[in-house]
Nanobody, 117 residues
């Protein structure tokens, strides 16, 4: 069974940075297209960024130029570098497979990101 463990969230001031990490346990993430999603209370999870098995990346317009997704297949991990954070980035962030590429795994606990002065 695949287990996703996100970490790295926290409270940051507007303009600040955070780096989220996601460890994929129970399978080798190497072969999968992966993604980060964000969820705010009362709304569905939205796709933020994707990274393919071939390292191709895509971003939602709202984060383009500020967020960078990466992966380290040697440790089965996915990362999200978040720069120039704004209050509207406040959300719980989850990693999972890219839903356009196949069925999702069970969700992890997510990483809470709060951007506030």
């Amino acid at each position: 069974q695949v287990k996703l463990v996100e970490s790295g969230g926290g409270l940051v001031q507007p303009g600040g940075s955070l780096r989220l990490s996601c460890v994929v346990a129970g399978t080798a993430a190497t072969f999968y297209d992966m993604a980060w999603y964000q969820q705010v209370p009362g709304k569905q999870r939205e796709l933020v960024a994707t990274i393919g098995a071939s390292y191709t990346t895509t971003y939602a317009d709202s984060v383009k130029g500020r967020f960078t997704i990466s992966r380290d297949n040697s440790v089965s991990a996915i990362y999200l570098q978040m720069n120039s954070l704004q209050p509207e980035d406040t959300a719980v962030y989850f990693c999972n497979r890219n839903r356009a590429s196949g069925p999702l795994w069970s969700w992890g606990q997510g990483a809470q990101v709060t951007v506030s002065s």
